[in-house]
T-cell receptor, first 113, second 119 residues
Framework: GDSVTQMEGPVTLSEEAFLTINCTYT??????LFWYVQYPGEGLQLLLK?????DKGSNKGFEATYRKETTSFHLEKGSVQVSDSAVYFC????????????FGIGTKLQVIP | EAEVAQSPRYKITEKSQAVAFWCDPI?????LYWYRQILGQGPELLVQ????????DSQLPKDRFSAERLKGVDSTLKIQPAELGDSAMYLC?????????????????FGAGSRLTVL
């Protein structure tokens, strides 16, 4: 079945540091890929998405590129802020049927001033 | 901005008791999902509805969990009897996407969740 593997956290960075959170996936067909973010005490929010190979999703300074050859969708940000502290989830939607969404385990990011 | 409404936000119950969660999706969203999120883990799909029909409940513990979406709008998730291991956040989400069609448009909007503690 479909699966998503994320790097385990927590990740602790100083403000203005460069962020990478790794995500790889296993899926049949041509899935769409997403990053969701969860702030403390809240539900998940869509951060960015990519629907086909080589697409780059971007939002709020975060970027991720859909790499079919390496089955990856790594999240990056050039300069993190304290307000970016949250849990980040990589997810995929399969391309057939009722489009089940599969999530990774989440990576907690803590940014310190 | 439209939101997915969930209630209650917090629920504390004793094991063997019954508990119910309610979700009101964004108007017009055909697909509704219930996820369980155990602390420190990613969301796990319990049940997915397309309108009023269940399209995936393969991970739903059917001996104690039930879900319904009678009119294809709001939904209720019930647990009876609750067990200690059911302590988790229960997340509801909805999306506009219907079955079939090109992939990639199925963006989920989540509610704030219902946190269950079973004592």
């Amino acid at each position: 079945g479909d699966s998503v593997t994320q790097m385990e956290g927590p990740v602790t960075l100083s403000e203005e540091a460069f962020l990478t959170i790794n995500c790889t996936y296993t899926a049949t067909g041509y899935p769409s890929l997403f990053w969701y973010v969860q702030y403390p005490g809240e539900g998940l929010q869509l951060l960015l998405k990519a629907t086909k190979a080589d697409d780059k999703g971007s939002n709020k300074g975060f970027e991720a590129t859909y790499r079919k050859e390496t089955t990856s969708f790594h999240l990056e940000k050039g300069s993190v802020q304290v307000s970016d502290s949250a849990v980040y989830f990589c997810a995929l939607v399969n391309s057939g049927g009722y489009q089940k969404v599969t999530f990774g385990i989440g990576t907690k990011l803590q940014v310190i001033p | 901005e439209a939101e997915v409404a969930q209630s209650p936000r917090y629920k504390i119950t004793e094991k063997s008791q019954a508990v119910a969660f309610w979700c009101d999706p964004i108007s017009g969203h055909a697909t509704l999902y219930w996820y369980r999120q155990i602390l420190g883990q990613g969301p796990e799909l319990l049940v997915q509805f397309q309108d009023e029909s269940v399209v995936d409940d393969s991970q739903l513990p059917k001996d104690r969990f039930s879900a319904e979406r009678l009119k294809g709008v709001d939904s209720t998730l019930k647990i009876q009897p609750a067990e200690l291991g059911d302590s988790a956040m229960y997340l509801c989400a909805s999306s506009r996407r219907s079955a079939g069609g090109p992939s990639g448009a199925n963006v989920l909007t989540f509610g704030a969740g219902s946190r269950l503690t079973v004592l």
